[in-house]
């Protein structure tokens, strides 16, 4: 077993890096409708806090300082950074991230980031190829069950009755927009849940084409006018030193 992966390891390298290299290298198909994704980080201020613990508790300061220091340092950190920070690194991350995902549930998806100001990032999204048997399969998986569904096998079935080309005709012209209109409207939900997990509260809005552009004109307005008024408020009240209040403990 072990020869036959060590023979095998580069061969499924080469496939891996294929697949990733296929799915960079797709492009918008500009007859087709597209999704656009809209996200606004409304509060990750959690989101570092957990992350400064987490390193603050992988450092070598003694035990006793740890909680007191990750707790001062975290609220610093929130307080300093700013949520356009955390996009620039968050928002090239979805993009690369996304394809990879859609893809184990059996679809082909293009990702872009189009605009980002502040906390305010945008992607293009669109379906370009179902693999059905897969995507029914990775259904199938999600609610554990153990033996192939009725409607995998009779997917599989159909697909393989229709031969290859027109199994990849209905695949790759006329289920990805179906999919596409499907996932819209419980796609931002979705993605707001899984950013919650990770201690990040967003607001997420995927939207069509044709709604795009009224809906980002007016969010965007909004959007510049809490961060000038987050800005005013920073100026009268600067976010205190964190070890400030460790040192006076100390002295005392």
Known sequence: ????????????????????FSMSTLSIIEARAVLYV??????????????????????????????RLAKHVGKFAADKISAARIVSKM???MVEEMPIK?????????????????????????????????????????KDSGEESFSLRFLKWILSVMGVTLADTV?????PDLIQKKMQPNMGEMME?????????????????????RFFYALLHQVREA???????KKKSPPANPFSSLKSRKSS
């Open 193 to 213: 849940e899984e950013m919650a997990e990770k201690k990040m509260k967003a607001s997420v809005e995927v939207l069509p084409e044709n709604k795009q552009s």
């Open 102 to 142: 859609m893809k184990k549930k059996g679809l082909t998806v293009h990702a872009e980031e189009v605009f980002r100001d502040g906390p305010y990032f945008v992607i293009q999204m669109q379906v370009q190829h179902v693999d059905a048997a897969v995507m029914i399969e990775a259904k199938q998986l999600a």
């Open 91 to 93: 928002a090239p991350k």
């Open 171 to 175: 695949q790759t012209d006329y289920l």
């Open 227 to 233: 961060e000038a008024a987050k800005k005013e408020a």
């Open 1 to 20: 077993f072990n020869f036959a992966f060590r023979f095998f390891e580069p061969i499924l390298l080469l496939l891996s890096a294929a697949l990733l």
């Open 38 to 67: 809209n996200v606004v980080i409304e509060d990750a201020s959690e989101a570092i806090k957990a992350k400064i613990s987490e390193r603050v508790e992988e450092s070598n300061i003694h035990p006793k300082l740890k909680k």
